[in-house]
């Protein structure tokens, strides 16, 4: 009589679903003809199945959570993306800067309580590169900490986002829980083809059930696409659109051509506004034994859609001297008499024939201030 190897449920390790006798006995006898079983499946189960639905009124509606109100939501990824030379990894530190101390993040707002971090880098070494930059910007080691590989049968491998995300779950409880895990790049979370919606998804999936599971934000670092300029910003990520799709919230950077001055931008937000941005500057920090180490210095919100915060820094001047010059009188005559609501200026603008790229760079040169009016009121300029 043949013995069946599968009847306790384990087989190589794993557990299987239990099967019902006719499902057995048929897998049985492939075996005994010498041929393979087929895996097993939903339709050797007996019994009636049903789609589960559940009612809204049976639901209770929760608020998001936020790490950085606006921008970083807790529980939720993040895309960062840019170009080369914008920063991105030392912007990303920065904010785990005031994670780790309870500081101000970019735009004056309180971050309340301080929280671990945790991070995983494929391009930066701790000892020499991202420890450096978290004290320049003010950050507690303490509550700092680095992913650095798996220890499997007495041997450390490295550590594969694609693959090892579920058995970061245990390491995060035993540091008491993360506040924010950084993942530079984000495309070595992917197991595939980062061009391929599927496969992104599919990876993706792993690190979004994550900040789920844990109320932790993660923020993802990743490149532009080559030849972007001019599209819109989230679809300049590169790889597969559905690296945006699947992230809540996506915040691009640009850098000023001659100029220290960089900025970054919400370019898509499901959760909250998505517009506006925020400027700063890389600076260099000596820290103690001597060691310099960049560090990001915030330099004030900005108004206005992604697309426009990232033109005014990515674009030459292309109009004439003289249409400059132009737009700067008409904002002038514009404002003479006091502050108004950008919307309006926009409208006066479009109705006089300038284009709103020319008369923000008229802004710019004339100094003109944009404030934001509150929460739920709109920006206006004054000179």
């Known amino acids: 009589m043949m013995t069946d190897k599968h009847t306790d449920g384990q087989m190589a390790g794993f557990t299987l679903g239990r099967e019902d006798d006719a499902a057995r006995a048929a897998r049985i006898e492939l075996d005994r003809q010498g041929e393979t079983a087929r895996q097993f499946d939903r339709s050797m189960q007996r019994g009636e199945r049903v789609v589960k639905i559940r009612c809204g009124a049976d639901i209770k ?104 995300i579920p058995d970061l779950r245990r390491a995060v409880d035993a540091i008491g829980g993360v506040s924010l895990l950084l993942i530079d790049p984000i495309v070595s979370a992917v197991a595939g083809d980062m061009h391929r919606a599927n496969d992104v998804r599919r990876s993706l999936q792993a690190v979004v059930d994550f900040a789920d599971a844990h109320g932790c934000a993660v923020i993802g670092i990743t490149h532009f696409a080559k030849g972007g300029a001019g599209k819109a910003p989230q679809d300049r990520v590169i790889g597969s659109q559905a690296f945006g799709a699947l992230a809540r919230m996506v915040l691009v950077t640009a850098k000023e051509e001659g100029s220290n001055r960089r900025v970054m931008a919400r370019a898509k937000s499901n959760i909250a506004p998505d517009d506006g941005g925020v400027a700063y500057s890389l600076e260099l ?18 108004e206005g859609t992604a697309r426009e ?75």
Not at 135 to 144: E, F, P, Q, T, V
Not at 285 to 302: D, K, L, P, Q, S
């Open 61 to 164: 509606p929760l608020p998001i959570t936020w790490l950085w109100p606006g921008w970083v939501p807790a529980g939720k990824l993040t895309i960062l993306a840019g170009a080369a030379g914008t920063g991105k990894t030392t912007l990303a530190l920065a904010l785990a800067g005031v994670i780790t101390t309870g500081g101000r993040w970019p735009d004056g707002s309180e971050c309340k309580g301080g929280g671990n971090v945790l991070i995983w880098s494929s391009e930066d070494v701790a000892d020499d590169t991202l420890v450096p930059r978290l004290i320049a910007s003010g950050a507690d080691l303490a509550r700092c900490h680095f992913i650095e590989g798996i220890a499997q049968d007495g041997e450390s491998v490295p550590f594969d986002p694609s693959q090892d």
């Open 285 to 302: 920090a000596t820290i103690a034994g001597g060691i310099e180490a960049t560090h990001a210095v915030w330099a004030g919100a900005i």
């Open 309 to 383: 915060i990232l033109g005014d820094v990515e674009h030459d001047d292309s109009e004439g001297g003289g249409e400059r010059l132009d737009a700067e009188q008409f904002l002038r005559d514009l404002l003479a008499d006091g502050p108004l609501p950008t919307r309006q200026i926009k409208a006066d603008a479009d109705g006089a024939g300038y284009s709103w790229a020319t008369v923000r760079r008229a802004q710019k040169s004339l100094g003109i201030l944009a404030i934001k009016g509150g929460m739920k009121a709109g920006w206006t300029w004054r000179l």
